[in-house]
């Protein structure tokens, strides 16, 4: 199964998911001048801040502040940008409705979606390019049980054209779980690896029938599948389209 990102909520049929308002969701990380995060831990951050987004009670509750305006950017295509900031713009930044979650060493502030030509002035002055990380230590094995969102080895992305790529794995993940399993998922602090295949493996992925996420191609890549989601135990046993 793929889904297309820029992609639209499993929900809406492609006429309505292009007439609906477009909406496009925020992704901030930190990167100072001295001890910027490591590459990993910066993309399994910006998976898990998504899922905290969409797990958060102003998004869940009905009357939640933030419902409204996330099921209408679902409700269209869904699509993600992930920004730098540093210093004094990182802390004015975070006065705007969103989520700070950490890792290891990355910090990556999530914001309520915004229309896709009202960005906030404190967001839109901020760069998009130059993102760019390298590891800061070796990387482990993925932990057994966790899902792993997989990377095609043949494509190389800036970390933040592939933080919106994990982030939309994640998010097609949280679309196939139920209420209870969310709550485990959460629970765990929304526990996941991401690791690059190799070609060999990638090769096995795309053809075991997993979800697997396919960029639009709007920018840095040509059209294509970018992640593949793989095990844990927080997924559904049969594949589903539709949100709970």
Same mark, same amino acid.
């Given at each position: 199964?793929?889904?297309?990102?820029?992609?639209?909520?499993?929900?809406?049929?492609?006429? /309505?998911?292009? =007439?609906?308002? *477009?909406?496009?969701?925020? &992704?901030?990380?930190?990167?100072?001048?001295?001890?910027?995060?490591?590459?990993? +831990?910066?993309?399994?951050?910006?998976?898990?801040?998504?899922?905290?987004? &969409?797990?958060?009670?102003?998004?869940?509750?009905?009357?939640?502040?933030?419902? /409204?305006r996330v099921s209408a950017w679902e409700d269209a295509r869904i699509r993600k940008v992930v920004r730098r900031a540093r210093g004094g713009e990182w802390r004015k930044a975070g006065e705007l409705p969103g989520i700070t979650v950490t890792g290891a060493t990355?910090?990556?502030?999530?914001?309520?979606?915004? $229309?896709?030509?009202?960005?906030?002035?404190?967001? =839109? !002055?901020? *760069?998009?390019?130059?993102?760019?990380?390298?590891?800061?230590? $070796?990387?482990?094995?993925?932990? $057994?049980?966790?899902?792993? &969102?997989?990377?095609?080895?043949?494509?190389?992305?800036?970390?933040? !054209?592939?933080?919106?790529?994990?982030?939309?794995?994640?998010?097609?993940?949280?679309?196939?779980?139920?209420?209870? *399993?969310? !709550?485990?998922?959460?629970?765990?602090?929304? =526990?996941?690896?991401?690791?690059?295949?190799?070609?060999?493996?990638?090769?096995?992925?795309?053809?075991?029938?997993?979800?697997?996420?396919? +960029?639009?191609?709007?920018?840095?890549?040509?059209?294509?599948?970018?992640?593949?989601? /793989?095990?844990?135990?927080?997924?559904?046993?049969? $594949?589903?389209?539709?949100?709970?």
């Amino acid at each position: 199964m793929t889904t297309p990102f820029d992609a639209p909520s499993p929900a809406a049929a492609p006429s /309505e998911r292009d =007439a609906n308002p *477009q909406y496009v969701l925020p &992704l901030l990380v930190r990167l100072e001048r001295t001890d910027p995060p490591g590459r990993t +831990d910066a993309l399994e951050t910006s998976a898990r801040a998504v899922l905290t987004l &969409l797990g958060d009670p102003r998004v869940t509750e009905p009357d939640g502040e933030w419902a /409204e305006r996330v099921s209408a950017w679902e409700d269209a295509r869904i699509r993600k940008v992930v920004r730098r900031a540093r210093g004094g713009e990182w802390r004015k930044a975070g006065e705007l409705p969103g989520i700070t979650v950490t890792g290891a060493t990355a910090e990556v502030r999530v914001f309520v979606p915004v $229309p896709l030509d009202g960005w906030p002035k404190e967001l =839109a !002055k901020l *760069q998009v390019s130059g993102t760019d990380l390298e590891e800061t230590g $070796p990387i482990a094995a993925p932990a $057994p049980g966790v899902p792993v &969102l997989w990377l095609n080895p043949e494509l190389e992305m800036s970390a933040g !054209k592939t933080m919106a790529q994990t982030g939309h794995a994640a998010q097609l993940a949280w679309w196939r779980l139920d209420d209870t *399993q969310r !709550k485990e998922w959460a629970e765990s602090g929304f =526990a996941l690896a991401v690791r690059t295949a190799t070609p060999a493996a990638w090769a096995e992925l795309t053809a075991s029938g997993l979800p697997l996420v396919q +960029d639009a191609g709007f920018t840095e890549i040509a059209p294509g599948l970018t992640v593949a989601l /793989e095990g844990g135990t927080v997924y559904c046993p049969t $594949p589903r389209l539709q949100r709970p």
